[in-house]
């Protein structure tokens, strides 16, 4: 309409926040206004099969032709990623990612209880941090909502 043009992109951070309540329900059992998927991570809850085939699923995708990439945001629970051998994992994944042409990988290792008892009780958490897509945000200063979106993905998707 005014001359411009569209591209393709697989960066919606604020997207799924902002369509959610225009979308309808989604086969996946996704409800209207619940959330929709977070640049290249999966739905609320559909990341059934572990992280391992998130990667393989993500990766598909040749990320060259897209203007602003597409991110892959991941979260596991601490004891995935607990010890020599967590470290070992952690870097496996990594290597995986890249080796099969991943773009971005960010990730969170969090445990909802630890969240939410930082919702309950901020001051004994002034330096808890999340990474949101490229950039970190102190999780008790963030609004309400998007605290509760980080406590039900580590539920559900960490294992908590």
Same mark, same amino acid.
């Given at each position: 309409? @005014?001359?411009?043009?569209?591209?393709?992109?697989? +960066?919606? %951070?604020? $997207?799924?926040?902002?369509?959610? +309540?225009? &979308?309808?329900?989604?086969?996946?059992?996704?409800? @209207?206004?619940?959330?929709? =998927?977070?640049?290249?991570?999966?739905?609320?809850?559909? +990341?059934?099969?572990? %992280?391992?085939?998130?990667?393989? =699923?993500?990766?598909?995708?040749?990320?060259?032709?897209?203007? $602003?990439? &597409?991110?892959? +945001? $991941?979260?596991?629970?601490? =004891?995935?990623?607990?010890?020599?051998?967590?470290?070992?994992? !952690?870097?496996?994944?990594? @290597?995986?990612? !890249?080796?099969?042409?991943? $773009?971005?990988?960010?990730?969170?290792?969090?445990?909802?209880? %630890?969240?939410?008892?930082? #919702? *309950?009780?901020?001051?004994?958490?002034?330096?808890? #941090?999340?990474?949101? =897509?490229?950039?970190?945000? /102190?999780?008790? #200063?963030?609004?309400?909502? /998007?605290?509760?979106?980080?406590?039900?993905?580590? *539920?559900? *998707?960490?294992?908590?």
């Amino acid at each position: 309409m @005014r001359g411009g043009h569209f591209v393709v992109n697989g +960066d919606s %951070i604020w $997207y799924s926040h902002i369509w959610a +309540d225009k &979308c309808g329900a989604t086969p996946d059992g996704r409800a @209207r206004g619940d959330l929709l =998927s977070k640049n290249m991570s999966a739905s609320i809850g559909q +990341d059934r099969r572990g %992280i391992t085939a998130h990667i393989k =699923s993500v990766t598909k995708i040749d990320a060259t032709g897209l203007a $602003y990439g &597409c991110p892959f +945001d $991941y979260m596991l629970h601490p =004891s995935a990623v607990k010890g020599e051998d967590g470290l070992n994992a !952690m870097l496996g994944l990594l @290597r995986t990612f !890249m080796k099969r042409g991943g $773009y971005g990988y960010q990730g969170n290792v969090q445990d909802a209880a %630890i969240l939410r008892d930082a #919702q *309950e009780h901020p001051e004994n958490y002034p330096n808890l #941090q999340v990474r949101i =897509s490229g950039w970190s945000w /102190f999780f008790t #200063q963030m609004e309400k909502k /998007f605290q509760d979106e980080f406590i039900r993905r580590a *539920e559900l *998707e960490a294992g908590s």
